[in-house]
Structure formats: structure tokens, C-alpha cells
């Protein structure tokens, strides 16, 4: 059993446990919006520095206050390598400053069963797209299962294979369970460039396609640094019911904490049934 621990606490976000939950319900409480129509499958939400990210990552995760979700399931990118599938933590624990989030073992000791999915530590080790979702989780959830998975490839055909063998897996958990996909957007591009860029994506996003998402971001006119997890998660869920995206907050790094010289792009979006 595997207790992994933070690896981005006090960069990323506050290693200190009061600071961490004030930051995180202030961004919640800020987030302000209306519901969605339809019922909730998944959330897109960006992973960068809380100080950068956090006000968008909120308008996401406010969804799901209040809902019965009992597990999570969370698909994020792999910075520090490219590798052909999935890698999914089968158990252990999951630890943040707020304390350790029980892995799912019921659903990740199947999800290695499937074709493109196996454990390897090293993908998880210093990955923070994934590690700075579960403290917002862990205060939007309370007690949840956590199911950490960090896609390697951005093959469109691969991220669909592996959207299956979930899928099957999936559809035996009685228990509610919610799909968080991890991306940011475009790079370091200037304000009104970005704009333009994450546009392209949104809209695509909008029509639900992933042939064409692939596609402008293969072509580099639009970009997201979690293309495979963005597919493999559509993909996912129009196997399981959802049809839409509703785009809830765009932003970039430019509105929240940084120059407009060179800036990061963020979305927060919901996949709905």
C-alpha cells in the first residue's frame, strides 16, 4: 500500500492546514453562479499555483456541494514524461495538508485490468495536476474514495480505448461518483492572443467533439496541457450518459495574479448528463 505524499504543498498552494481551508472556502464563497441544468457527470478545472487557478477551480467544484458524491475520480496529465496509457494508483492513501483521502481499491484494482492501464509509481510521484485537486475536494466532499489516474498519452484512439475499459468498470459502482478532469490552457502568450487561442478549444469543447478538440490542438490552434486526460474524459462520459458541456468560468492568468505580458489560460466547465 502506497501513502503518497504532497509533493507541491507550499508552492502550489498553503502547507499549512487553516491557511489552506480559509483559501480554499474564500475562492468557493467568491465562486458565485447559477446551477446547471441536467444532472452533474464531471468537471474540467485548471491546475495551476491556487493564487493563479483557485478562483476558477472554484466556480467547478462549488457543484458539487451539498451532492452525495462518495467517490472521486480524477484524470490529470503527466508533465515530466509521455507514456503509452494510464496510470492508476490501485490503493493506499492519498495525502494533502488536510489529511489523507482514502484510494479507491475496489474500483482501481479493476481499472489495472483494463488494456492501457497499469501502476507506475513515478507518473504520481511529483505530478501536481493531480495533487492540487484533492484538497478542494476534500472540502467540497468531506469523507470520498479518491481514484487517481494520470494520462500519458494524447492519442486520440489510445484515450478512447481507455475511456472504454472505464467505462466498463464504471458501470458496476452503485455508489455516486463524479469524473474532475485536469487542464490548463494556453501558455504564455500575450492577454489578448490567449484569448483568442482558448477560444478555439472552448467552442470545440462546447460542440463535444473530440475529433475536432484533437485536431486544434494537433494543428497548434488551441492548446491544453491535458489534452488526453480532456478526451479520454469526454470520451468517458459520452459512454455513460453525458452530451453536453457548460462553461461555467474562463479566465487567465492575467485576471487573477499575474502580468499580461505572458499568460496561462483556465477553465472551469461541467460534463452533464
Known amino acids: 500500500m ?18 489552506l481551508t480559509s483559501d480554499i472556502d474564500s475562492y468557493l464563497k467568491n465562486a458565485a453562479g447559477s446551477g446547471i441544468e441536467g444532472e ?18 472554484a466556480y467547478s467544484y462549488r457543484l458539487l456541494q ?35 483521502v482514502p484510494i479507491d481499491e475496489a474500483i482501481g ?3 489495472v485490468k483494463r488494456a492501457g492501464m497499469k501502476f507506475i509509481r513515478e507518473a504520481h510521484e511529483s505530478e501536481h495536476s493531480l495533487e492540487v485537486q484533492v484538497p478542494f475536494l476534500q472540502r467540497v466532499l468531506g ?26 468498470v464504471l458501470a458496476e459502482e452503485k455508489r455516486r461518483f463524479v469524473v474532475v478532469i485536469s487542464t490548463d490552457l494556453s501558455h504564455y502568450h500575450p492577454y489578448e492572443e490567449a ?23 494537433s494543428t497548434d490552434r488551441a492548446q491544453a496541457c491535458g489534452e488526453g486526460p480532456v478526451l479520454t474524459g469526454l470520451e468517458l462520459g459520452s ?34 448528463k
Open 2 to 19: 502506497w501513502h503518497r505524499k504532497p509533493a507541491v504543498a507550499g508552492s502550489f498552494y498553503p502547507s499549512n492546514p487553516g491557511k
Open 40 to 57: 452533474l457527470f464531471g468537471l474540467i478545472v485548471p491546475h495551476a499555483g491556487y493564487v493563479y487557478s483557485g478562483p476558477v477551480a
Open 66 to 100: 451539498g451532492l452525495d458524491v462518495q467517490v472521486a475520480v480524477v484524470l490529470a496529465p503527466c508533465h515530466r514524461a509521455r507514456f503509452d496509457g494510464a496510470s492508476v494508483i490501485p490503493s493506499g492513501l492519498y495525502a494533502t495538508p488536510l489529511g489523507d
Open 109 to 111: 484494482s479493476e481499472l
Open 143 to 168: 469523507d470520498f474514495t479518491l481514484v487517481p489516474i494520470v494520462v500519458g498519452t494524447t492519442d486520440l484512439a489510445v484515450c478512447r480505448s481507455l475511456a472504454a475499459g472505464m467505462a466498463e
Open 195 to 217: 484569448k483568442k487561442i482558448d477560444g478555439i478549444f472552448i467552442e470545440a469543447l462546447k460542440r463535444y467533439n473530440t475529433g475536432e478538440l484533437h485536431n486544434s490542438i
Open 239 to 272: 459512454r455513460m450518459g453525458a452530451s453536453r458541456v457548460e462553461v461555467l468560468r474562463y479566465a487567465n492568468s492575467g485576471d487573477t495574479a499575474g502580468g499580461r505580458d505572458q499568460v496561462v489560460g483556465y477553465l472551469a466547465a461541467a460534463i452533464v
